[in-house]
């Protein structure tokens, strides 16, 4: 695991975001690097995502860690930071009877209820969204897509348990890289609603 915000993989990512790798805990702070900063620092650990988090200037902090499973990424991100996976959430995209495509934000120890998904999304129906179609509208690659920075914005759903935490962990937009932050945080820069859609 390794923090990359900064130059010190851990001080200075606590110094500039109020986050600590690996164990979750959210302190507010006043100051927040720019976008340029960012850049300046480690210019290849730059999405999306990131942009948008900065942007907003949401505290949160990038951990990264070296990928080595195809497919099951959340479990293997949970074992890489050493946290519960209850705390670090997967980024799905579904698509309702009316061919709309929604974000559902889930704990990868558990898994989607699509009933839930459809009732909070007032759908009659939800399924999960074909792999191509989710990676050409969020502008990400499978097993690496992030809540934040998508290609084309869309109805964004978290799993309640989320708000139990002081911090959650979601995908950084490429695999290997997670995000830590507050849930209330990715509620209010996403407009996320807050509903039991995970099982």
């Known amino acids: 695991m390794q923090g990359v ?26 100051h927040l690097p720019s976008a340029m900063d ?41 074992t890489a930071l050493g946290i519960d996976p209850e705390q670090v959430f997967k980024t799905l995209v579904a698509e309702t009877n009316n061919g709309e495509l929604v974000v559902a934000i889930v704990p990868v120890s558990g898994h989607l209820d699509l009933k839930g998904l459809a009732k909070a999304a007032g759908a009659k129906k939800v399924a ?22 998508h290609r084309k914005p869309l ?9 139990v935490f002081d911090a959650i962990s979601v995908s950084g937009g490429r695999r290997g890289m997670e995000i830590t932050l507050a849930p209330q945080a990715l509620v209010e820069v996403l407009h996320a609603t807050v509903a039991p859609i995970a099982s």
Do not use: C
């Open 5 to 30: 915000v900064g130059s010190s993989p851990i001080s200075s990512t606590e110094k500039s975001t109020g986050l600590r790798a690996g164990r979750l805990r959210f302190t507010p702070v006043t």
């Open 38 to 78: 960012l850049r300046n620092w480690q210019t290849h650990q730059v999405t999306p995502a990131v942009d948008q988090l900065v942007a907003a200037q949401i505290p949160h902090e990038i951990v990264t860690y070296e990928q080595r499973a195809e497919g099951g990424y959340g479990l293997e991100a949970a």
């Open 128 to 149: 999960m969204a074909d792999v191509a179609k989710a990676e050409r509208s969020s502008g990400y690659v499978a097993g690496g897509i992030s809540p934040f920075g």
């Open 155 to 163: 109805r964004t759903f978290l799993d309640e348990t989320a708000l």
